[in-house]
């Protein structure tokens, strides 16, 4: 069992900066890849980034060269640091997980992006 708070969300200004993260517990020893999705209003779930336990990342088009994903393995960590935000980065953000073929989410953030 594996559970995902995620933290940090919030109003932020277009060009702004926001960092979210995701706290994990439970079965941790079990983790490996960990990532981020997004899903904003009338739109489907979608991958934003990705970190593998070695470090290995991959980010959507979308957000390539603005957010970097990173992991903090000794606090049971992963972060996403967003920057140069856009009002089409709006939505709430998920850290998800897969262990032995179950998929975990965590409950979400919410990042708005307004002036």
């Known amino acids: 069992q594996v559970r995902l708070v995620e933290s940090g969300g919030g109003l932020v200004q277009p060009g702004g900066s926001l960092r979210v993260s995701c706290a994990a517990s439970?079965?941790?020893?079990?983790?490996?890849?960990m990532h981020w999705y997004r899903q904003a209003p009338g739109k489907e779930r979608e991958l934003v980034a990705g970190?593998?336990?070695?470090?290995?990342?991959n980010y959507a088009d979308s957000v390539q060269g603005r957010f970097t994903i990173s992991r903090d393995n000794a606090k049971n960590t992963v972060y996403l640091q967003m920057n140069s935000l856009k009002a089409e980065d709006t939505a709430v953000y998920y850290c998800?997980?897969?262990?032995?073929?179950?998929?975990?989410w965590g409950q979400g953030t919410q990042v708005t992006v307004s002036s």
């Open positions: 970190i593998t336990r070695g470090g290995s990342t």
């Open positions: 998800m997980t897969k262990v032995l073929a179950i998929v975990y």
């Open positions: 439970g079965s941790i020893s079990s983790i490996n890849d």
